[in-house]
């Protein structure tokens, strides 16, 4: 039962532009959420987080926005650059409990 | 401060072969954790260990055994090779407990012919 979900696999963006990738889950009890971003051959690292307390939350070109009513979750990066071609994990935690993580968006930025 | 460190980078394996994994964090933190990451899977937890001297299942457990050496290591056998083992594992560790950021260790790419 995948509790955290990323139904686009893959996004293409032009530099430039605005990325933004989706993270659904069905777990009402998730009280905090993450994205993780992950270059190949490297470990994922972490991005930004939100509580479900808000619902939205800022870090420069990357802003988080949470629609608990829709347990819907998104990753805004303007404007995207180059280096912003990765791998995507949107990840969620139960308090108190471990993190579960999605399936992942591979990202692609295009010059 | 090397963050967590992950050896061997690479393996190879026959099937029925028997490998350990190693992992070591040098952040002080509490909690460690082995997963793998496949083709269309995600991230998937094979083990965790929430602190120094317990270790739990995670979502895919089987085939593998971990221990928590001391707080700073965290291995993963595989007693037995089986193709389906063939993955990137990461180790990670998180400083505030088992809810909160982790960081990831670079990986190990590990074949299983």
């Known amino acids: 039962d995948q509790q955290v979900k990323q139904n686009s696999p893959s996004l293409s963006v032009q530099e430039g532009r605005i990325s933004i990738l989706n993270c659904d889950y069905t777990?009402?009890?998730?009280?905090?959420f993450l994205w993780y971003k992950k270059y190949p051959a490297e470990g994922p690292t972490f991005l930004i987080s939100?509580?479900?307390?808000?619902d939205k939350n800022e870090d420069g070109r990357f802003t988080v926005f949470l629609n608990k009513s829709a347990k819907h979750l998104s990753l805004h990066i303007v404007p995207s650059q180059p280096g912003d071609s990765a791998v995507y994990f949107c990840?969620?935690?139960?308090?108190?409990?471990?993190?579960?993580f999605g399936t992942g968006t591979r990202l692609t930025i295009i010059p | 401060n090397a963050g967590v460190t992950q050896t061997p980078k690479f393996q190879v394996l026959k099937t029925g072969q028997s490998m350990t994994l190693q992992c070591a964090q040098d952040?002080?933190?509490?909690?460690m954790y082995w997963y793998r990451q496949d083709p269309g899977m995600g991230l998937r937890l094979i083990y965790y260990?929430?602190?120094?001297?317990?270790?739990d299942k995670g979502e895919v457990p089987n085939g593998y055994n971990v221990s928590r050496l001391n707080k700073r290591e965290f291995s993963l056998r595989l007693e037995s090779a089986a193709p389906s083992q063939t993955s990137v594992y990461f180790c990670?560790?998180?400083?505030?407990?088992?809810?909160?950021?982790?960081?990831f260790g670079p990986g190990t790419r590990l074949t299983v012919t």
């Open positions: 990840a969620a935690r139960v308090r108190n409990e471990k993190l579960t």
């Open positions: 990670a560790s998180s400083g505030q407990g088992i809810s909160y950021e982790q960081y």
């Open positions: 260990s929430a602190s120094e001297g317990t270790t």
């Open positions: 952040m002080n933190h509490n909690s």
């Open positions: 777990n009402s009890m998730f009280d905090y």
């Open positions: 939100i509580s479900s307390i808000k």
